[in-house]
C-alpha cells in the first residue's frame, strides 16, 4: 500500500501519480497493490465529491488519472482477476435522449461505491434495458433523461420491464434534466433521486447496501 | 379577437399593444395590469396539430398555421414555435446537431450532440489567431462540406495585398471550390429561414401576438462558448484542472469577440436584447471557487457591458442556481431577465426579485401529469409570490412544451388570467 500513491491520485497531482506508478511497478510492487491504491483513492474522491469539496473538473480528472495507471499497469498483469461479488445495477439514458453528463457521474459514484454497474449508454431503447436486466439479475436500474421527451421514453421503459415479468424484481429510480418526482409518478418508476448522491443511497437502500463498501 | 372573458372585445391592434406592454413593463421590473404569460410551445404543435416533429421542421406553413391556431385557442400573450430549423445544418453536414426526420425519427426532437472539435493541444492556435483558426481548422472538423477550408492559405495572407492575389488559384482547389459553393447554398436557405420569421412575426402581430421577447443576438457566457461547441463537456472540465490559464486566455478572446457581435447585430438590426442560454455554470458542475475564477466574472462582464450599450440580457439559467443566486444580485436593477429552468423559484424572487425580471415557475411535469386543481394550485401560487409587486413573466422552465396535456395547459392559461391579475 502506497500512501503517497493514494494522496496523488486523490489529490489530483496526476504527473506525480503517474511517475510514481511507474516507479512502484518497476520496483516490483505487485501491480494489484498499485490497482488497490487507487480504488482506495477513488473512495477519497467519492467522499470529498459527496462533501461537495469536489466537483465534475475533479470527477473527469480522477477518470483520466485512474486511465493512464490502468494503461501502466496493464503490462504487469498476468490474467484478469475478477473483482469481489458485487451488485449489478443498470444505468443508461433512455431512449430519444442522448444526454449523458448527468449518467455518467451516476455511473462513476455507483462504480466507487462497489456496484457492478452495467452502463447501456445512451439513446437506449426500452428492450436493451429489459435485456440488460434479465442477463445480469439486476435489482436496481436507474433511468436517466434530459428532454422533456424522456419523460415518455422513461414510462415505456417501466413498462417494457413490467411486461417482461421482470418489474417485481427491480427497484427503479430516474433523474437527470427536467426530470423530477412528477415524472418517476408519471413513469411509474420508485423513486427520483435529484443528484449522483441521491442515486446511490437509494442503491444502497433498495440492496441493503454493497460488497465493498 | 379573444375568446377569454377579460379580453374579450378588443380589436387585435388593442392586444397587440397590451400584450407587449404588459411584456415589456415585467421586463423593466415594474408592474403590468396582470402577469404576463409565455408559452414555449415547441413540439407541442406538432403534437396540437396531429404533424410530425419533421414536418414541424421542413414545412414552415404548416408550423406556422399551427402556431397561429394555438395562439388564439390559449390567447398566452407570447408564444414561441421551434427556436431552430434545420436548413443551414443539413446543406453543411453539421456534426453536432440531429434532426427528426433527418438523423432522427419522423417524431425525434432536436438535439445538440457534443463533440470535442477543439483539442486541448489547439489552444495556443486558437489563442493565436482564433478566426484564422476558426475558418481553416474549426470549420472543416465541425462541417462536413466545409472540408475544403483546411486547404486555404492562412487569412492572414490578405494583408499582403496585391502581392497575394497570386496565390488566389489555391481558392480554386475542387474542394475549397465545393466547400464555398456549399457555403453559397446555405446562406441562401438561412435567408429563407430569416424571410419565414419575418413573416411568422407580421402573421402573429396581425392577430395581436408581439414577437418574441427573446429576438435579439444570440451569445453564450465565455465559459459555455468555449466547452458547448469547441471543447465539449470532458474537455473543459479538464481544462480547468490541466490549463486554467490557457482556458482563462481563451475565454478572453470569447468575450471580447461575442460583445463585439452583440453589439454589431443589435446596431444593424435595431434589436435591444441578447438571449443568453447558461449551461454549465449551475450548481453541481463547478466548485463556488471555480465558478467565481472560470464563469461567473467573465459573463457578468458580458452583461454589464450590454446594459451599458442598452442592450437587456436575458439569461436562460439552465439546471439549478440555488447555490448562487447572490452573484446574480448584483447585476445591474432592471437592466436584465432571468428564465429560471428548475432553480427554487420562491428563493429566486427572494433574493434576485428587485434585480431582474424573473421567467419561469410552471414545471412542465405538472403540464404533462398534474390534475386540473394541482396546476391551478401552482398557478396561484406563482402569481401570488413570484408575482408580486411585478417583475415576473408566467412560463413553463423547460423552454419546450412537448408532451404536455392540452387540457392542462388550458387550465393553467386561465388560472394565469384568473390568479394573474394586480
Redo the contacts between chains.
Keep these: 500500500m502506497s500512501d503517497q500513491l493514494i494522496k496523488y491520485v486523490a489529490n ?1 497531482q ?1 504527473k506525480e501519480a503517474l511517475a510514481l506508478t511507474k516507479e512502484l511497478l518497476e520496483a516490483g510492487v505487485p501491480p494489484m497493490e498499485v490497482l488497490d491504491d487507487c480504488r482506495a483513492a477513488m473512495d477519497l474522491v467519492g467522499k470529498r465529491f459527496e462533501k ?7 470527477l ?2 480522477a477518470g ?1 488519472i485512474l486511465k493512464s495507471i490502468t494503461a501502466e499497469v496493464r503490462p504487469y498483469i498476468e490474467g484478469e482477476e475478477e473483482a469481489a461479488d458485487a451488485i449489478p445495477v443498470v444505468v443508461g439514458t433512455v431512449e ?3 444526454h449523458d ?1 448527468g449518467k455518467d457521474v451516476v455511473v462513476f459514484m455507483l462504480d466507487i461505491n462497489g456496484f457492478e454497474v452495467h452502463d447501456l449508454g445512451v439513446d437506449v431503447p426500452p428492450q436493451v434495458f429489459v435485456d440488460k436486466v434479465e442477463e445480469t439479475a439486476a435489482s436496481v436500474v436507474a433511468l436517466s433523461g434530459f ?3 424522456s ?2 421514453s422513461m414510462k415505456e421503459t417501466v413498462e417494457a420491464i413490467e411486461a417482461a415479468g421482470l418489474r417485481d424484481g427491480v427497484r427503479i429510480m430516474v433523474g437527470g434534466g ?6 418517476s ?2 413513469a411509474a418508476a420508485d423513486a427520483y433521486g435529484g ?1 449522483a448522491m441521491a442515486a446511490v443511497s437509494l442503491a444502497k437502500k433498495w440492496t441493503g447496501g454493497n460488497e465493498r463498501g | 379577437m379573444a375568446k377569454n372573458p377579460l379580453d374579450k372585445g378588443k380589436s387585435n391592434e388593442k392586444l397587440l399593444a397590451e400584450r407587449q406592454q404588459r411584456l415589456n413593463d415585467a421586463l423593466q421590473l415594474e408592474q403590468p395590469d396582470r402577469v404576463p404569460l409565455f408559452m414555449p410551445a415547441g413540439y407541442l404543435l406538432a403534437e396540437y396539430g396531429g404533424v410530425t416533429h419533421a414536418e414541424q421542421h421542413h414545412d414552415f406553413d404548416t408550423a406556422q398555421e399551427l402556431l397561429e391556431e394555438f395562439a388564439l385557442d390559449f390567447e398566452p400573450d407570447s408564444v414561441l414555435g421551434l427556436f431552430n430549423n434545420p436548413g443551414p445544418s443539413l446543406v453543411l453536414g453539421d456534426r453536432m446537431t ?1 434532426w427528426p426526420g433527418k438523423q ?1 425519427p419522423e417524431n ?2 432536436f ?1 445538440f ?1 457534443e463533440h470535442e472539435f477543439m483539442k486541448a493541444e489547439d489552444y495556443d492556435d486558437f489563442l493565436d489567431d482564433p478566426s484564422d483558426w476558426a475558418i481553416r481548422t474549426y470549420l472543416p472538423r465541425a462541417f462536413e462540406k466545409l472540408d475544403g477550408f483546411k486547404f486555404l492559405p492562412p487569412f492572414i495572407m490578405w494583408c499582403f495585398g496585391h502581392y497575394h492575389l497570386g496565390n488566389l488559384p489555391m481558392y480554386a482547389a475542387p474542394p475549397v471550390q465545393e466547400s464555398l459553393e456549399a457555403l453559397g447554398n446555405a446562406i441562401q436557405v438561412a435567408l429563407k429561414d430569416a424571410a419565414h420569421i419575418g413573416e411568422s412575426t407580421e402573421r402573429m402581430a396581425a392577430l395581436g401576438f408581439p414577437p418574441t421577447f427573446l429576438a435579439g443576438a444570440l451569445i453564450e457566457a465565455p465559459f459555455d462558448f468555449m466547452s458547448d461547441t469547441l471543447r465539449g ?2 474537455g473543459i ?2 481544462d ?3 490549463c486554467p490559464e490557457k482556458l482563462l486566455a481563451a475565454e478572453q478572446k470569447a468575450l471580447k469577440y461575442q460583445l463585439d457581435f452583440a453589439l454589431s447585430f443589435c446596431q444593424a438590426t435595431g434589436l435591444k436584447r441578447a438571449f443568453i442560454p447558461l449551461h454549465r455554470g449551475s450548481d ?4 463556488l471557487e ?1 465558478f467565481e475564477r472560470f464563469y461567473w466574472p467573465q459573463l457578468k462582464e458580458m452583461m454589464v457591458t450590454l446594459t451599458e450599450h442598452d442592450i437587456m440580457p436575458i439569461c436562460f439559467y439552465e439546471g439549478v442556481w440555488d447555490q448562487r443566486l447572490e452573484y446574480l444580485a448584483d447585476l445591474p436593477k432592471g437592466k436584465t431577465a432571468g428564465w429560471f ?2 432553480s427554487d423559484i420562491f428563493k429566486v424572487k427572494d433574493v434576485v426579485g428587485d434585480t431582474m425580471c424573473i421567467i419561469g415557475g410552471m ?4 403540464l ?3 390534475t386540473v386543481e394541482k396546476v391551478r394550485a401552482r398557478t396561484k401560487e406563482l402569481c401570488e409570490r413570484v408575482g408580486e409587486g411585478g417583475g415576473f413573466i408566467m412560463s413553463t ?2 423552454g ?4 404536455s396535456d392540452l387540457e392542462l395547459v388550458r387550465t393553467w392559461a386561465e388560472a394565469a388570467r384568473e390568479f394573474g391579475a394586480y
Design positions: 489530483m496526476e461537495q469539496e469536489y466537483f465534475i473538473p475533479e473527469i480528472l483520466e430519444g435522449d442522448i453528463i428532454l422533456t421527451l419523460f415518455d427536467a426530470v423530477d418526482e412528477g415524472v409518478e408519471y443528484d | 440531429k432522427l425525434g426532437s438535439q450532440d463537456m470532458r472540465m479538464l480547468i484542472m490541466r453541481g458542475f463547478m466548485s471555480q429552468q428548475r414545471k412542465n411535469s405538472l404533462k401529469n398534474g422552465g423547460v419546450e412544451m412537448e408532451g
